[in-house]
């Protein structure tokens, strides 16, 4: 059974930094992009950032371009998401995605998403 298992969320106030890391078991996605969605109260789930299997490229949403940086560690089966210079706009509950042909999607495994939280 695939799992895929986010940790990292929390509470910060905005300009702050939080590192999300998404750890998956059951199936071998080093062939597979990985990558963050978020979805905040009231809106539709949004791209965030996708890595393909070599880590090259990565790609981003503007909204986040230049604050958020992803990495995966194949060896591991993870992907962590570094971010920086956090705004309250960011807040939202992060969901880890992997399991697809493209960067953007559609995947087909899905973690069950941890709440990020920036305060103003």
């Known amino acids: 059974q695939v799992q895929l298992v986010e940790s990292g969320g929390g509470l910060v106030q905005a300009g702050g930094s939080l590192r999300l890391s998404c750890a998956a078991s059951?199936?071998?996605?080093?062939?597979?992009?990985m990558g963050w969605f978020r979805q905040a109260p009231g809106k539709e789930r949004e791209f965030v950032t996708a890595?393909?299997?070599?880590?090259?490229?990565?790609y981003y949403a503007d909204s986040v371009k230049g604050r958020f940086i992803i990495s995966r560690d194949n060896a591991k089966n993870a992907v962590h998401l570094q971010m920086n210079s956090l705004k309250p706009e960011d807040t939202a509950v992060y969901y880890c995605?992997?399991?697809?042909?493209?960067?953007?999607?559609?995947?087909?495994?899905w973690g069950q998403g941890t709440q990020v939280t920036v305060s103003s």
């Open positions: 995605a992997a399991g697809s042909r493209n960067l953007v999607g559609p995947y087909d495994s």
């Open positions: 890595i393909n299997y070599s880590g090259v490229r990565p």
């Open positions: 059951g199936r071998t996605f080093s062939s597979s992009p």
